[in-house]
Nanobody, 112 residues
Framework: QVRLVESGGGLVQPGGSLRLSCAAS????????VSWYRQAPGKERELVAV????????NYADSVKGRFTISRDNAKNTLYLQMDSVKPEDTSVYYC?????WGQGIQVTVSS
């Protein structure tokens, strides 16, 4: 049974940091590319960051480049998104996607 469980979201002040985690089970995690998307109310879904499985190449949305870092730990079957210097416009529901499977989404709110 495929399962993706996200954690680490919540409320953070502007300029602060947060680390999202996505724990995967039920499939061979290491075989797949991984990504994080986000969607804010009334806005289109946005690709935040991706690791292309074959080369390990990372790509980021321009809006988060230099502030967010995507990483994976294949031994732990876990995907991460380190979010630094967060801004109010980063407020959104964040989703992990692995091998076409989606997590349930986790709320991140940036506010003072």
């Amino acid at each position: 049974q495929v399962r993706l469980v996200e954690s680490g979201g919540g409320l953070v002040q502007p300029g602060g940091s947060l680390r999202l985690s996505c724990a995967a089970s039920g499939f061979t995690f290491s075989r797949y590319g991984v990504s994080w998307y986000r969607q804010a109310p009334g806005k289109e879904r946005e690709l935040v960051a991706v690791i292309i499985s074959s080369a390990g190449t990372t790509n980021y949305a321009d809006s988060v480049k230099g502030r967010f870092t995507i990483s994976r730990d294949n031994a732990k079957n876990t995907l991460y998104l380190q979010m630094d210097s967060v801004k109010p416009e980063d407020t959104s529901v964040y989703y992990c996607i692995i091998g076409g499977y989606w997590g349930q989404g986790i709320q991140v709110t940036v506010s003072s």
